[in-house]
Nanobody, 125 residues
């Protein structure tokens, strides 16, 4: 079983950048298809981005395409989410999640059995 810990969140002005990290322990992150999700107050958790085990393919929500980039360093057991051109509507708690295989439902939170505790991202206007 893998444990996930997110870091890198904070307060940033609109147009700024942040890089989130998701550090894995317990099992090597290379065994997992990884996803990033976010949840704003009063809203459902939504898909942000995902990456295959090798890092060869990535997937992004339309709302973040061209601004956010997901990547991974399996040697460091870490997955990243680079967020550029941040907007106030990006404000949310960001979570990383892991699943042992690719699924066409990679955008659904219910597809992932393992979750981190989340990191807060706040974008001021």
């Amino acid at each position: 079983q893998v444990q996930l810990v997110e870091s890198g969140g904070g307060l940033v002005q609109a147009g700024g950048s942040l890089r989130l990290s998701c550090a894995a322990s317990g099992r090597t992150v290379s065994s997992y298809f990884m996803g990033w999700f976010r949840q704003a107050p009063g809203k459902e958790r939504e898909f942000v981005a995902a990456i295959t085990r090798s890092g060869g393919s990535t997937y992004s929500a339309d709302s973040v395409k061209g601004r956010f980039t997901v990547s991974r360093d399996n040697a460091k057991n870490t997955v990243y989410l680079q967020m550029n051109s941040l907007k106030p509507e990006d404000t949310a708690v960001y979570y990383c999640a892991a699943v042992g295989y690719y699924s066409n439902s990679y955008f659904s939170p219910s597809n992932y059995p393992y979750w981190g505790q989340g990191t807060q991202v706040t974008v001021s206007s």
